[in-house]
């Protein structure tokens, strides 16, 4: 079946690093893959996505990579921030038709003053 | 606006209890669906709806049941639990399950089957 799998599954850094995120997906007919991040003891939110049709998006200090030949994708966060401490669930899925979300098992980032 | 809600917000449970957690939404999403959260297992799919009137099995299904009998509404029952079941439980909605849209995840519950 499909299956989404992320690493690391923890990732400590200092503040004003660099963090990234790795996901890898099987099903070869996805194309729309979300970031969600989430605080301790909150609800997942939305930090970003990205479609299949473009290669990089970004979004201040965040980015996604997205590599359809090698069926991976990543999480760029620059100038990390105490804040940014959360964990991170990549997610992928088909479009068109009725599609579902199928969640990576979550990396947490802990984020060093 | 509320968004999207649940109750009870946490639980604790006898082992063979029935128990429904609610999930409400006011955004009138066609599509809803029930996650189980777990150390280490992110985000499990329980059932989703892709529309009112209809539900489909997620990975892993056995053990509960839903029903979604208007757009609004999508309860999720435990027939009679088990200490397995102990997890939190999100509910999410999407304004479609056939385009590229933001998932809204409610606040979840916190069950414990004792």
């Known amino acids: 079946g499909e299956n989404v799998e992320q690493h690391p599954s923890t990732l400590s850094v200092q503040e004003g690093d660099s963090a990234v995120i790795k996901c890898t997906y099987s099903?070869?007919?996805?194309?729309?893959f979300p970031w969600y991040k989430q605080e301790l003891g909150k609800r997942p939110q939305l930090i970003i996505d990205?479609?299949?049709?473009?290669g990089e998006k970004k979004d201040q200090r965040i980015a996604v990579t997205l590599n359809k030949t090698a069926k991976h994708f990543s999480l760029h966060i620059t100038e990390t921030q105490p804040e940014d401490s959360a964990v991170y669930f990549c997610?992928?899925?088909?479009?068109?038709?009725?599609?579902?979300?199928?969640f990576g098992a979550g990396t947490r980032l802990a984020v060093h003053p | 606006i509320a968004g999207i809600t649940q109750a009870p917000t946490s639980q604790i449970l006898a082992a063979g209890r029935r128990m429904t957690l609610r999930c409400t939404q006011d955004m009138r999403h066609n599509a809803m669906y029930w996650y189980r959260q777990d150390l280490g297992l992110g985000l499990r799919l329980i059932h989703y709806?892709?529309?009112?009137?209809?539900?489909g099995k997620g990975e892993v299904p056995d053990g509960y049941s839903v029903s979604r009998a208007n757009t609004d509404d999508f309860p999720l029952t435990l027939a009679s639990a088990v200490p397995s079941q102990t997890s939190v439980y999100f509910c999410?909605?999407?304004?479609?399950?056939?385009?590229?849209?933001?998932?809204?995840f409610g606040p979840g519950t916190r069950l414990t089957v004792l």
């Open positions: 999410a909605s999407r304004p479609q399950a056939s385009s590229y849209n933001e998932q809204f």
């Open positions: 099903d070869s007919a996805s194309n729309y």
């Open positions: 990205i479609r299949s049709n473009v």
């Open positions: 997610a992928a899925s088909r479009g068109g038709g009725y599609n579902k979300l199928i």
């Open positions: 709806s892709n529309t009112a009137g209809t539900t």
